[in-house]
């Protein structure tokens, strides 16, 4: 299952190789990608179907001939559908998580360009096409050596990683920060503390006005800028978190279903159930019963 947090503090690989590779289904019943960030950078590549995605803001869909590149810091998670009555489309995509660092520390010598994208000098171009030929399959084969795990696998995915961004930096395929404004930035920044705020208070009682306070607006623009950054209004975005914690709960202990609603944030059982089925489609008791099955075990794949 793919491990996320909202703010991603979790050990990828081991510490002497922090890099992870996931395989997720989106049709399992156990997987969920709300809106979130990290510090470390990320892969993601559809091998079917296509998924709705936001990427800082901006809606998009991915598909299995892209590539997507996403940087250090950068919101991101499943977008919206366009019919909200439909059931999330089922896509199987694979993603490689790294700490950039480690490529760093196997250079021959300091880096500028890997400097400058470290520092936000530069962004790399965030979605990679078949028509760029060699760095679209110079990650086909990152994902090849990181999903089998061959002897030698891990001197070839640091070096697989380093032609990557070698790459980049031979074909241009970059753009120079100075298209990223301040207030962008700002805003992003303010979603962040927001969100961290969710992520450590999420069993308490949070307000709109609380979340609008933390971000340094009034409720209503707070309300405008959080919803075109997640496409998700800022009350619908906490109960998701909150229901995604009571899934962890659920799986991972045996406690009545009243106290975990309690212990999530939700003071009205009743709501809970409510709320539950709306992003679950299932009740949290069925929810319980139901067994995660890894991807690549799934016969329909």
Known sequence: MYDFRYNEAVQRGTPDFPIEYYLCDTSNPHFDLPVHWHVEYEIIHVLRGEYPFVLDGKECTLKPETICFIRDGSLHGEGVLK?????RPSCLFESVVFNIDFIRSRGF???AFLHNVVHHEVAIKPFVTEKDAEIYYALIALFKAMKKKNEGYQLLTAGMLQQFFGLVQEHAFYVHE???????????DQLKSVMELIQTKYATQITLEDMAGIAGMSPKYFC????????KSPIEYLN????????????????????????CGFNDFSYFIRIFKKYKGTTPLKYRNQKELPAQDNPSL
Do not use: P
């Open 224 to 231: 405008k800028v959080f919803k075109t950054m997640t496409h």
């Open 240 to 263: 998701i978190y909150r229901i995604e914690q009571a899934c962890w709960f659920l799986r991972s202990s045996k406690d009545e279903l009243m106290t975990i609603a309690y212990n």
């Open 109 to 111: 010598q300091q880096d």
């Open 83 to 87: 019919d909200s009555s439909l059931a």
């Open 178 to 188: 100075a298209g990223i404004t301040v207030q962008n930035q700002k805003r992003t």
